[in-house]
């Protein structure tokens, strides 16, 4: 059964940390594949907040550079989102995603690029 499954979503207050982890199973190649992590609020598009390709090379949405650090565990199939110095405007619904391409780099940060989602996990930032 092919899926990503995340976990680590919670409550914190502002300026606290968490770590979300995103793990893959049913399909190979887990590192060709780039990987991202989407955030969304409920009224409001789904928007991208970081992506990984295969070389690990990570690319940032503004809002969350520097605060926020990315890792893959290819052997694993575990994604990891390390989050600090959280905002309040960074509750969202959080989901972990596979491009739609498995050619190594991100295919772009819509979420069309991806086909693959996890069924997300739940951050709330007071």
């Known amino acids: 059964h092919v899926q990503l499954v995340e976990s680590g979503g919670g409550s914190v207050q502002a300026g606290g940390s968490l770590t979300l982890s995103c793990a893959a199973s049913g399909y190979d190649m887990y590192d060709a594949y780039c990987m991202g992590w989407f955030r969304q609020v409920p009224g409001k598009e789904r928007e991208w907040v970081v992506l990984i390709d295969a070389l690990g090379t990570a690319s940032f949405t503004d809002s969350v550079q520097g605060r926020f650090s990315v890792s893959r565990d290819n052997a694993g199939k575990i994604l990891y989102l390390k989050m600090n110095i959280l905002e309040p405007e960074d509750t969202a619904t959080y989901y972990c995603?596979?491009?739609?391409?498995?050619?190594?780099?991100?295919?772009?940060?819509?979420?069309?690029?991806?086909?693959?989602w996890g069924q997300g996990t739940q951050v709330t930032v007071s």
């Open positions: 995603a596979r491009d739609r391409r498995r050619v190594g780099y991100c295919s772009g940060t819509e979420a069309a690029s991806f086909d693959l």
